[in-house]
Every structure is written in C-alpha cells, then in structure tokens.
C-alpha cells in the first residue's frame, strides 16, 4: 500500500491580462519614477534622502515633536533596524535626538530637535513644489480624487489586522 502523501493538482497562475499588465507596468514606472525624482530634490535642497524628510516631518506632526522609535517605525513602514539607522544619520546631521522612555527601560523616543525644525521649514516649500509639479498638476481634479480613493483602497488591503502579522515594523 503506497502512503505517499497526495498533492492537489497544480493550479494554473491566474496571469494578467494585456490590460492589467499594462496598468501594473504603468504604476510600477510611476512610482519609481516619482520616488527617484523626490529624492534627487531632496538629497539637492536638503543633502538627505526621502525616507529621512518623511520622518522629520512626521515628528513634526506629533506633540512636543517626539514619538516612540515602534511608532515612527509603524509609520514609516520600516522596519526597526532601518529607522535605528535613520535615526542615527539624523541623530549625526543634530535633526534628530533620542531620549530613553521613563516608562519602558527598553523604549526610546526620537525627538526633533530645533535645527531639524529649521532644515524640515527650508526644504518643505521645494518638496511641495516638486510633488504639485510631479503629481497634482498633472491631474485634473477628479484625477486627484480617484487617485487618493485607489491608494486608499490599497493600502487599507495591504494592512494586516490579524495578530502576529509579518509586518517589517516588528522586525
């Protein structure tokens, strides 16, 4: 008698149509594009790379410009080791300290310091620029609305809700 265990029949991909490689193709080159083109604005006003500008600005946003590493990491979607880098090329630049959490031994807070402030109000007028030349002038209106509905949907797919999910934040 053969135990060998049974497989299912191998199902056949479900390949994109000519339609949908095209839309998936177009949205690829966008996006880098769109990327590269942000960053070469910034490393040229600002002598940093994207990625670094979003977290000056999300520290910012927050109360007394300070949020938890775990949170800006959340934010960012990055994982710890990479904004623990970040962190330390701002830290370097004096954008950015850290500050241990009195709360949590192991926690700590990034902190925006004044000259970060100073550098983020410099370089946000060239960046809003580049992105209204890159993105919203490009658009009409209802464009513009669509667009942010389609991310919106995206991105709302893509969030895990389950516990334990595989999220680059937690790495």
């Not at 949908?20 to 940093?48: F, P």
Request: proline share 6%; charged share 30%; with cysteine.
């Amino acid at each position: 008698m053969n135990m060998a265990p049974t497989s299912a029949p191998a199902q056949e991909p479900r390949w994109l149509t000519d339609e949908e490689q095209r839309v998936w193709r177009s949205y690829i080159e966008a996006a880098t594009l769109l990327e590269d083109h942000l960053d070469r604005q910034l490393q040229r006003d600002a002598g940093m790379p994207h990625i670094y500008y979003g977290l000056l600005v999300k520290l910012a946003e927050c109360p007394r410009r300070r949020l938890r590493m775990t949170e800006l990491a959340r934010h960012a979607k990055i994982t710890r080791s990479r904004l623990s880098h970040a962190i330390a090329r701002l830290e370097k630049n004096g954008w950015v300290r850290r500050e241990d959490c009195p709360s949590d031994k192991r926690g700590q807070f990034a902190v925006l310091t004044d000259e970060g402030y100073e550098v983020l109000s410099r370089t946000a007028p060239g960046h809003v620029a580049a992105v209204r030349q890159a993105v919203f002038e490009r658009l009409s209106p209802a464009q513009q609305r669509s667009l942010g509905e389609i991310m919106r949907i995206i991105a709302e797919g893509l969030q895990p809700s389950e516990a334990g999910a595989d999220l680059p934040w937690l790495r």
